[in-house]
């Protein structure tokens, strides 16, 4: 039996997607380890956390008593590289997604691991440095889509893959979201945000991973005045559409709905419907539709949900007697430190090898993520232009890797983006 390894963990963040995912993961970890064949045993502390003003960190520490490492716990705005100073062998970045470029830059500057909520970011220029830092300092960027690793989402995924599906055609995507969202759980984080790029990026994604294809075209509305003025740039609900091209010349269009200003007392809570047609058949997918409902009285559907995903994050009382939270939104955490101690502690191969195979995997990597964040960055422009006064904006991305804005009556097009020259010291 080889002796136990260690990495220290770190964390950027601790709001709610903090206590439904990672602290389930980080508290499961820290009581069992984890083992594979490929790389030993590895104990996996949470040593150190970065927080905007350090109270959800110190109430965290009261509740959780035993059942997490003695953590540091940091705050300000140089909380980060406090964080950093005291040891991080990786980091997750849990923060609103306008404030993730910040501390991902600090800790690949550093030589740290890092895993970003989705998306990523919001620009290709940031997508760029990002990926420079960690070649240049040979560690993994990552990012975090946990759908998916939904079962649904990666059979329909092993049906493309294997040819049973062909060829998609079009495609509809719906995520709606109660006003308790908006108004009360995210209510500090949305100002100026939209549900596109917060929330439904998630489908975005999807389709990028799924069906491949060269994005072409990006196009967005949307509606305001619920959650913020109706002249105002916070939008209560948006329609989007992505154009794929393949190789063989054809195009499929996916529309994206999203909303988060859905009325609380709703039935589906977090309502979230696809619908994808193929040359030779149809995937519909709905969440209220594959699973279970419940109704307790008093508790339904505010306190509890009355449509339950048990698949993505959820306790379980096992037959066996222990408790756990699981899940897909915590598999893919784990999924990523597994990744780390692999390419760190890994049994075959040199370091430098075990990198570039994970780096290989495009699930997760943000030298994959390139044309969902330019949907991203394209989403975010169009709705901008249309707050400031002028709607109907379409973004193209160019096979020369250009984002191109054009408004409708400008006289000259905005380039959004324009791929650098390749740097000869990196």
């Known amino acids: 039996m ?38 030993g045993d590895v104990d996996v502390p949470l040593v150190a956390v970065a927080t905007r003003t350090g109270r959800r960190a110190e109430a965290y520490r009261r509740r959780a008593g035993d059942r997490i490492a003695r953590f540091q716990s940091f705050h300000g705005e140089d909380g980060v590289r406090r964080m950093i100073d005291c040891g991080v062998d990786f980091a997750c970045v849990a923060t609103p997604d306008d404030r993730h470029f910040g501390p991902a830059r600090e800790l690949l500057a550093a030589g740290v691991h890092v895993l970003i909520e989705k998306p990523s ?34 059979k329909l995924r092993t049906l493309v893959a294997d040819g049973v599906l062909q060829h998609v055609n079009n495609g509809y995507c719906s995520l709606l979201e109660p006003k308790q969202i908006s108004g009360s759980q995210f209510a500090e984080w949305i100002r100026g945000r939209n549900p596109a ?13 799924t069906f491949g294809g060269r994005l072409t075209t990006i196009k967005a509305t949307g509606q305001r005045g619920l959650v913020g003025p109706a002249d105002g740039t916070t939008w209560d609900s948006t329609q989007v ?23 609380d007392n709703f039935p589906g809570y977090v309502e979230q419907e696809v619908q994808f047609r193929f040359d030779n058949g149809v995937w519909n997918g709905h969440s209220r539709k594959r699973g279970v409902e419940l ?53 075959e191969g040199t370091r430098e090898e075990r990198l570039e195979r ?69």
């Open 2 to 39: 080889g002796a136990t390894q260690t990495l220290r963990a770190g964390m950027v963040g601790m709001g709610m997607i903090f206590d439904e995912t990672y602290r389930p993961m980080f508290e499961w970890v820290h009581r069992h380890g984890l083992y594979d064949r490929a790389f």
């Open 121 to 154: 970011v919001l620009r290709l220029q940031e997508l760029d440095e990002l990926l420079r830092l960690a070649r240049r300092n040979g560690v993994l960027a990552k990012v975090v889509y946990h759908k998916l690793l939904d079962p649904d989402h990666k």
């Open 358 to 426: 994970i780096r290989g995997l495009t699930y997760n990597d943000l030298s994959a993520d390139r044309q969902t964040v330019a949907a991203v960055q394209g989403i975010e422009a169009i709705l901008q232009t249309h707050a400031a006064g002028h709607p109907d904006a379409v973004v193209r991305l160019e096979e020369s890797g250009e984002l191109v804005l054009h408004v409708p009556g400008a006289a000259e097009e905005t380039v959004l983006y324009r791929p650098a020259q390749p740097d000869a010291a990196d």
């Open 295 to 347: 109704t307790v009285e008093g508790l339904t559907p505010l306190k509890l949900k009355t449509t339950l995903n048990n698949h993505y994050n959820a306790e379980f009382l096992e037959p066996w007697g222990e408790r756990r939270q699981r899940g897909y939104g915590v598999e893919v955490l784990e999924r990523f430190v597994r990744e780390v101690a692999y390419v760190e502690f890994g049994r």
């Open 197 to 209: 790029t917060y929330v439904a990026v998630h489908y975005i994604k999807l389709i990028d991973f």
């Open 241 to 263: 559409q992505l154009v794929y091209r393949y190789d063989d010349g054809r195009e499929a269009a996916f529309d994206i709905h999203t909303s988060w200003v859905t009325p």
